[in-house]
């Protein structure tokens, strides 16, 4: 354990992944805990777009033209709408990120619960991972293992994506640490040991997702990030 510590205080140190971890831990993200916008985000990323050129945006844009202006504040609402909905294509665009979004709140807005945040959230915090194909969420085409992890990241799961971050890092300390425990040959793998280092340290495995992200990320996503989050 102690080799394991060392090394991931040496790529911690003067990073905010900490802050960055617990913004999502206690949904203080720029989206707060609206649980439509919450799925809107991770529907928003599920074609590989740059989170602060592509994904901010249309979630910005999806919270003015359903949210504010009330034709969507609910799951039951959302669900209702349809895939070819004329404003719901041209906040999303793409087929794929509205059909995830809708299939995705239909889903949700079946669950037994008091309201929408703790249908997300206890899905969210029972969900199996390493099963996700076999998931009412895993099975809607579109929802790959990094965005089935990332939706329960934003519902303030302790957990981390199979991103390529995540992957970069979990190789880089799987080489250096000359660890078996440590494979990032597929995405249940890369999860698996991010659990592991965080088993094996003081880190949580939220914080490894995101010091990974941070590590990977350029000055102005860096900036950006702290700026919406007000770190």
Request: net charge negative; hydrophobic share 40%.
């Amino acid at each position: 354990m102690c080799r394991v510590q060392t090394v991931l205080d040496r790529y911690a140190d003067g990073t905010p992944y900490e802050q960055l971890a617990a913004a999502f831990l206690d949904l203080e993200r720029w989206t707060g805990d609206d649980p439509v916008l919450l799925l809107a985000e991770a529907a928003a990323s599920t074609t590989g777009q740059g989170y602060f050129t592509g994904v901010k945006p249309t979630v910005e844009r999806f919270r003015e033209t359903f949210v504010d202006s009330g034709r969507a504040r609910t799951f039951d609402e959302l669900a209702a709408l349809r895939l070819e909905d004329d404003a719901l294509v041209e906040v999303f665009g793409a087929e794929r990120k509205r059909h995830v979004l809708l299939e995705a709140a239909r889903v949700f807005a079946e669950r037994p619960a008091a309201d929408d945040l703790e249908a997300l959230q206890s899905w969210a915090g029972s969900a199996d991972y390493y099963r996700y194909d076999e998931d009412p969420i895993g099975r809607i085409g579109g929802v790959g293992p990094a965005t089935f992890q990332y939706l329960r990241m934003l519902a303030g799961v302790d957990t981390a994506k199979p991103d390529p971050a995540v992957t970069s890092f979990v190789e880089t300390v799987g080489d250096e640490l000359e660890s078996p425990s440590l494979d990032a040959s597929d995405p249940r793998r890369a999860v698996a040991s991010c659990e592991w280092l965080a088993i094996a340290s003081s880190y949580r495995t939220i914080e490894i997702d995101q010091l990974s992200w941070w590590i990977r990320a350029d000055t102005d996503e860096r900036e950006a990030a702290l700026a919406s989050q007000q770190l």
